[in-house]
């Protein structure tokens, strides 16, 4: 009978372990540790800047140009079918930038959320600061989803067509799209949202005139130009051009910094796309990614523009002849994204498609052109016409920018205003400024019953 | 002792007076072990008793005289002693001797053994001799064919090559669908993802397993047998015995093989010749002029003197051989068995073997009669040296992206770099992954009463992998001597559980058996690496080297399982079984809401046969019915699937110099177990004198709560996300007999065959669509109302005798040149219709001879690599069978006209599926051909040997089947390591999808047994 119980008493001993089975992950820790203080919610926020800056180090950027006419076509990848405007559901990049922003906005919503839930003690002013920066950040993101993703503001006379998904929340439900109108709604209630609380001054982080500059592309993209010419008008009195022909190389101290992500070092580098795709590493071989015959010839078409240094030809007058840039020769450049040249060519362009003052126009263009050839030489007479001086704000728009994303929407932006029946007035590499393959596929994930995919094809 | 049992001894005594001294004894078997519940009846007299657990018995009140008792026992010869009892007590030594008819041989039937006519469940047992006599890359391999319903799938021709093995269809989506592995009552370490895949590969656990240590194996296939491993047992339980000392005295056996390995099949890659021609060709349809350029810096002129066989570069004829030892002694208190093994298991890829050395050391002690102590422990080394493989290179770039324009290597001697060069990377690559494994256990049996058997057991397996690689300076471009790696993972698996069972019979014909049992699980794994530059090779040879390397720790995932069970058994005069079993499972994976479930069974069966009116029938020998239900469950997900998880505050990651904190995942703690409820129905009989046995099986598993890695929408901010979501339907028959055709002196002929057609459907995916989980790139698809596992692709029609392009059909069949993914449908299975084996067994004397036919019927097999093997030029070469392409204008071919620009048949990539890589996956192929020779018994004594037998054995000597590619029988190893989806890849995407997959391999092998 001992020999029993002993055994009986093991069996209940062993048993009552439960405990054995409360195992936490390692390497990893658990919401509940992670997220229980304000500073927790400021790293947060940190890690959404973080993750902004990587996703625009060069990379929403360059599938804007895909689409457009300033790249090559790609040498093999899931990059060539955006160029060739044919992304199916299965294209991984695309897919992979797709759910990289929205991950971005679900970090943003779940900090709202826990600032709104109101379990973990914040101060209030990191309560007001932090969300009109989460809200400022969502607005960009939103902005440039529904710009790659859904045809532009003005594709339909009340924008009814489909948009993105809007995530304003944590739920992890399925959503359909929202329309453009909706969109475009949304990211102005942010942006709103976040003029308003942003402070003055914020760092290196987004403060109050980096929501209206925002606000001002937002608007300017609507071809919205009253509002847009307001918001130029008012940053326009606090900043000013800088000298630098390449503005990667002075960001965060020039007088024309609004808004930048910033890179501290080699490790920490918020261009690496642009490295990666037009880094000349060795001045004998091309870089990974060559910009387009055109783009090439018209910016070095006029060599005292100083400007047309920065391109390089290779194999010149071969039939492997490619092209160049060497503006992103370095190890690591902080990256702008809104700033006083945008400002100028916008406020000219909103002052000409909205009959303003022709004069301020004029010296808002070339104020642009004459900071690029070092000299008033090239500058516009002040009695040009108001349409020369927009064929030469736009020139200068692709000139100014190359890479920095801004064509396509550009042109898709001067579509809408200019050619809304897509009579081919205006076209994008030779398609239609609103065929069906200038916006980007969804990935395939999006697959349920109440999402709407965008059409395919048509841009042949 | 208390008063009540004192009490009722002298009761006992008291009622005892008046009568002779009693009868008793033990009651063993052949191997000396006690038989339990065995009848011991007076003839002529109503009385009788049945042995206990320690196989005593005694029979009291009986009259002096003269008796005739009879010992009988299932599965055992009854014995008749005649005695006379007198005024001392009698004392009875009987040894029963084994009756060999097959309803009454021992199974294992997990935490114990139950005799077959016993089992109320679905359990095949295999015979470890009809295991280790294969020369396969891992003994699980040896399973193929020989039990109904369980689906064996060889992976490839790689040595070490892990199987898929699927019992009854497969229940489960992004779960595991493998079977659980169960050694001498040890759940083992058996995870294939644990070191990821590298080189086209996953490290199969199994590989380190001798099979000269397996004794038997028992597939526990529905619920009635499996419901005691409860969670656990949904896909099935595979359990192995190893070899235990028996017998007496000491006996020696020993075994040496030698044989070659081939591949079942040879790719036909084009020559220089023919490339070129092909891609100038591909050039002029494209509408160019003038010679096509030559890719890899390749002149026409090399390439017309350069003609590399790439695929004879990278193969060789294998060589396998391998020793195997064994010491097998029993005795009075101990038994004893050692075996020693070393295995060199050669593929015929150039550099692939998997060596095994082993040992294992199982005892059996018993100091008392009321005790047993059980020790198994077994060491072994897997070896395997590795190549790179399918998409990784070696034989699979042969096959691709090695153009038979390129060279080894440059004129000035140099290796060939400007293109894929396999032999460059073969001959710059040192690699080998080191498996240490040792799995123990001890096991303590104490009966402390008559009627109580408890039993205790403590397992440890421990397993190290580390995986070596050396690459020379060729390679890296350093200027040094090479740069090492290494990846380590390390399992430490603990495992106890204690049983009790309890024995009653009550007035001789109700038999109860009740178990009740607790097991507690935990696993730990640890993974860390270390590399660095300058090592003139492998870290296993360069100590100090790895000293001073590099290292990374990375964190170690830790699961626990805790469960009670019963298990009940009634039968009443060995005629009605009834069967009830209740386990309780916890997992760690799974949030305190749903971290228990309970997964009950009921089960009996009818042996009809011992029904009075069935004893007169000459045709029956044996008849049984069973019927069963029970529920099953399976938590085979990563162990932090279910936590949200946020990066550790030391991620190093800073935004302006600031820290950050970011959710890795989303939670779920309302991720729970994926629940299966299973039917089972069938009939077993034996005729003739067991001349011809057949067992006839229906079951019905309906699985609920299917634990998928789901795809979700990227605007809700993560890709993946883990949910029980759907159902999973498996309905299927089996059938198998044995038949003993003829029964001679000199000649025997024995036929075993059986055959299993499985049904499988998702019966529901909630609101997910068909792309929620998908089998990675090759378009096997979750469709409802389909099976898991679905080729879901694009239709391709013909090609366009005019214009020789592509055209394809749309969503309604009509046919059409858009490429347009929406008219993606489901068209083929990966699983197929029906699986089985046929074995023929001849005897001749001292000559035998077995023949096993495997075959599977009805299934698809995509072949992927094929779209840029036969019309779309890409950086590969192409096989023979892009000739049957179109060339002019009213050619009905086969293949579209050549291109270089895949936009020429409308697809979006040069990755795109159809239809037209889709074939007929059925195939038959005989497995084994072994013809042995037994030396004479006298032949035997003038060598001093027991035994001696020499054998030849061939597997895979030829396959019929309609598929075109190189090998029908496809187990493709698994993408995906740390993701989530690993599962899914495996369950979806494994079998039946070959991307320049290695075929099988074809062995040739003698072997000689001799035992002394």
């Given at each position: 009978m001992k020999k029993l119980y002993i055994v009986l008493a093991l069996v209940i001993s062993f048993s009552s372990c439960r405990k054995w089975l409360e195992i936490t992950p390692e390497g990893e820790v658990p919401e509940s540790e992670a997220v229980k203080t304000q500073q927790d919610l400021q790293n947060l926020l940190n890690s959404s800047y973080d993750a902004m800056a990587n996703h625009y180090n060069g990379r929403v950027q360059f599938f804007n140009e895909l689409l457009g006419d300033n790249l090559e076509k790609p040498q093999s990848g899931f990059t060539v079918p955006i160029y060739l405007r044919t992304t199916n559901y299965f294209n991984s990049d695309v897919g992979g930038l797709y759910n990289d922003i929205y991950n971005v906005i679900f970090r943003l919503n779940f900090l709202m959320f826990k600032i709104e839930e109101g379990i973990i003690p914040v101060d209030a002013e990191f309560k007001v600061r932090a969300t009109a920066e989460a809200k400022f950040l969502r607005a960009l993101a939103h902005f440039d989803l529904v710009k790659l993703w859904g045809q532009p503001y003005g594709y339909t006379s009340n924008n009814a067509h489909p948009g993105v998904v809007i995530r304003n929340s944590v739920d992890t439900k399925p959503k359909a799209r929202a329309s453009v109108a909706e969109v475009y709604t949304f990211i102005l209630e942010d942006l709103a949202a976040a003029q308003t609380n942003l402070p003055d001054n914020n760092g290196n982080y987004a403060n109050k005139d980096a929501a209206k500059a925002l606000l001002a592309n937002v608007r300017f993209q609507q071809n919205d130009f009253a509002n847009a010419l307001t918001l130029c008008n008012e940053l326009l009195s606090k900043y000013t051009l800088d000298t630098t022909l390449n503005r990667f190389v002075n960001v965060l101290n020039s007088p024309e910094k609004i808004f930048a992500f910033v890179s501290t070092g080699v490790a920490d580098n918020r261009t690496a796309t642009y490295l990666n795709n037009f880094r000349i590493v060795n001045p004998s071989n091309p870089s990974p990614n060559r910009l387009s015959r055109t783009l090439y010839y018209e910016a070095t078409a006029d060599t005292a523009d100083l400007r047309s240094k920065f391109y390089v030809i290779f194999n010149q007058g071969t039939s492997s002849e490619t092209y160049g840039i060497t503006k992103f020769n370095g190890d690591f450049f902080s990256n702008p994204l809104l700033y006083a040249s945008q400002l100028k060519l916008m406020r000219a362009e909103a002052l000409i498609k909205s009959s303003g003052d022709l004069g301020l126009a004029i010296s808002d263009v070339n104020a642009i052109i004459q900071r690029a050839y070092g000299n008033a030489n090239k500058n516009l007479p002040s009695n040009t016409s108001a349409t020369d001086v927009l064929t030469m704000i736009r020139k200068q728009r692709r000139l100014e920018f190359p890479l920095e994303g801004n064509r396509t929407q550009d042109l898709k932006r001067i579509g809408a205003n200019e050619d809304p029946t897509g009579s081919g007035i205006v076209s994008i590499r030779g398609s239609k400024w609103n065929c069906n393959g200038l916006a980007l596929q969804f990935p395939v994930n999006e697959n349920t019953s109440i999402f709407e995919f965008n059409p395919e094809g048509g841009c042949e | 002792m208390n008063k009540r049992i004192l009490l009722l001894l002298l009761l006992a005594i008291i009622g005892n007076l008046g009568y002779a001294q009693s009868v008793k004894g033990l009651v063993k078997d052949e191997k000396n072990e006690p038989v339990i519940g065995a009848t011991v009846q007076v003839e002529g007299t109503g009385f009788g008793t049945v042995t206990d657990a320690l196989g005593a018995f005694e029979l009291r009140k009986l009259k002096p005289g003269n008796y005739r008792l009879r010992f009988s026992s299932i599965g055992l010869a009854s014995v008749v002693k005649e005695i006379t009892l007198g005024t001392t007590e009698v004392v009875l030594n009987i040894s029963l001797k084994e009756d060999r008819r097959q309803m009454d041989e021992l199974v294992v039937v997990g935490y114990g053994v139950q005799r077959k006519r016993e089992i109320t469940g679905a359990i095949s047992k295999i015979g470890g001799k009809e295991l280790n006599d294969l020369p396969v890359p891992s003994f699980e391999a040896a399973l193929q064919g020989k039990a109904p319903g369980v689906q064996v799938t060889v992976g490839s021709g790689l040595a070490g090559s892990a199987s898929i093995v699927r019992i009854r269809g497969i229940s489960s989506i992004s779960a595991g669908g493998d079977p659980l592995y169960v050694v001498d009552g040890i759940p083992i370490t058996q995870d294939l993802f644990i070191t990821g895949n590298s080189g086209g590969m996953n490290n199969n656990?199994?590989?380190?397993?001798?099979?000269?240590?397996?004794?038997s194996v028992e597939v526990l296939k529905d619920a009635a047998a499996n419901a005691i491993y409860g969670s656990r047992g949904a896909n099935g339980v595979i359990l192995i015995t190893t070899k235990r000392g028996k017998g007496k005295g000491w006996k020696f056996t020993a075994l040496t093989k030698a044989g070659v390995s081939l591949p079942t099949a040879k790719p036909k890659m084009l020559n220089n010749r023919q490339w070129l021609q092909l891609n100038q060709e591909a050039w002029e349809n494209d509408g160019n002029s003038g010679m096509a350029p030559l890719p890899g810096g390749i002149t026409y002129e090399q390439a017309l003197n350069n003609n590399t066989n790439w695929v004879d570069e990278t193969i060789q004829t294998g060589a396998k051989y391998g020793i195997n030892l064994s010491a097998n002694h029993g005795g009075e208190k101990l038994n004893t068995l050692l075996n020693f093994s070393y295995d060199n298991n050669g593929s015929y890829l150039k550099g692939n073997s998997y060596e095994r050395y082993s040992g294992r050391v199982n005892l059996d002690f018993s100091p008392t009669k009321w005790m047993k102590i059980g020790v198994n422990s077994s060491l072994s080394a897997g070896i395997n040296n590795r190549v790179n493989a399918a998409w990784s290179g070696g034989l699979g770039a042969a096959m691709s992206t090695a153009l038979p324009i390129y060279p080894t290597r440059n004129a000035d001697g140099t290796w060939y770099r400007s293109g894929s060069n396999p032999v460059r990377d073969m001959n710059n690559l040192k690699w080998k992954t080191i498996e240490g494994r040792s799995i123990n256990g001890l096991n303590i049996s104490v009966t402390p009463r008559k009627d109580i058997v408890l039993q205790a057991q403590a397992s440890y397996d421990y397993m190290n992998v580390n995986d070596d690689q050396w690459r020379s300076s060729e390679i890296t471009g350093n200027n040094n001597a090479g740069d090492a790696s290494r990846g380590t993972t390390q399992v430490k698996n603990f495992n106890y559980y204690v049983t009790a069972t309890y024995l009653k019979t009550i007035k001789e014909n109700h038999n109860f058996q009740v178990l009740v049992g607790n097991e507690f699980q935990r696993a730990n794994t640890k993974r860390s690496s270390a590399d660095s530059t300058n090592v003139p090779g492998l870290f296993s040879q360069n100590e100090a080297e790895l000293n001073e390397a590099r290292k990374l720790t990375q964190p170690g995932t830790n699961w626990a399982f805790l469960s009670y069970f019963t298990r009940a058994t009634y039968n009443y005069k060995q005629r009605y079984f009834v069967q009830a079993v209740f386990r309780t499972d916890a997992s760690s994976r799974f949030g305190a809401n749903y971290r228990w479930a309970s997964f009950p069974s009921l089960s009996g069966s009818w042996v009809v046969s011992e029904e009075k009116f069935m004893k007169m029938n000459r045709t029956f020998s044996f008849l049984k019915l069973r019927a069963g239900w029970g529920k099953s469950g399976n938590a085979g997900i990563p162990d932090n699937a279910r936590f949200a998880t946020y990066s550790p505050a030391t991620n190093n990651i800073t935004y302006n110099g600031q820290p950050t904190l970011f959710p890795y995942k989303l939670e779920n703690q309302n991720i729970r177990w994926e629940t299966s409820n299973n039917y089972d129905v069938a009939v077993e009989a034996g005729f003739f004198k067991d001349r011809l046995t057949a067992e006839l099986n229906f079951y019905r598993r309906v699985t609920t709560d299917v634990l998928m890695y789901l795809t979700i929408p990227g605007s809700i901010g993560f890709a993946n996300y883990w949910d029980n979501v759907g159902g999973i339907l498996n309905e299927g028959v089996e059938f198998s007999f044995k038949s003993r055709n003829i029964v001679a002196k000199n000649f025997q002929w024995t036929t075993n065959f059986n055959v299993a057609r499985n049904y499988n459907e998702i019966t529901s995916l909630g609101v997910y669509s068909e792309d929620a989980v998908s089998g990675g790139t090759n378009d096997t698809r979750i469709v409802k109302g389909s099976p898991v596992g679905t080729n879901y692709l694009i239709r391709w029609s013909h090609v366009d005798p005019n214009t020789g392009l592509p055209v394809y059909l749309d969503i309604n069949g009509n046919q059409t040149s858009v490429y347009d993914n929406k008219n993606r449908t489901a068209v083929g299975q990966i699983l197929p219709l029906a699986i089985g084996g046929m074995t023929n067994t001849f005897r001749y004397k001292n000559w035998d001879m077995s023949v096993l036919i495997i075959y599977s019927l009805g299934s698809n097999i995509y072949e992927s690599s094929q779209k840029r093997q036969s019309s779309l030029i890409t950086d590969w070469n192409m096989d023979e069978r892009v000739y049957d392409r179109w060339q002019n204008p009213g050619d009905n071919a086969k293949y579209p006209r050549l291109t270089r620009d895949y936009r020429t048949y409308n697809l979006p990539d040069e990755w795109s599926n159809t239809t037209l890589w889709l074939k007929d996956g059925s195939y038959a192929r005989l497995r084994n051909l072994t013809i042995g020779y037994n030396l004479s018994k006298s032949q035997c004594k003038k060598m001093h040997l027991a035994s001696a037998r020499v054998s030849a054995i061939a597997t895979n000597l030829f396959t019929l089947t309609n598929y075109d590619g190189l090998d029908p029988e496809i187990g493709r190893d698994s993408e995906g390591g740390s993701a989530g989806d690993r599962n899914s890849s495996r369950n979806l995407g494994s079998q039946n999808i070959t991307y320049l997959t290695p075929p099988q391999e074809k062995t040739f092998s003698v072997q000689i047994n001799i035992e002394f």
């Open positions: - | 656990p199994l590989a380190s397993i001798n099979p000269d240590d397996i004794e």
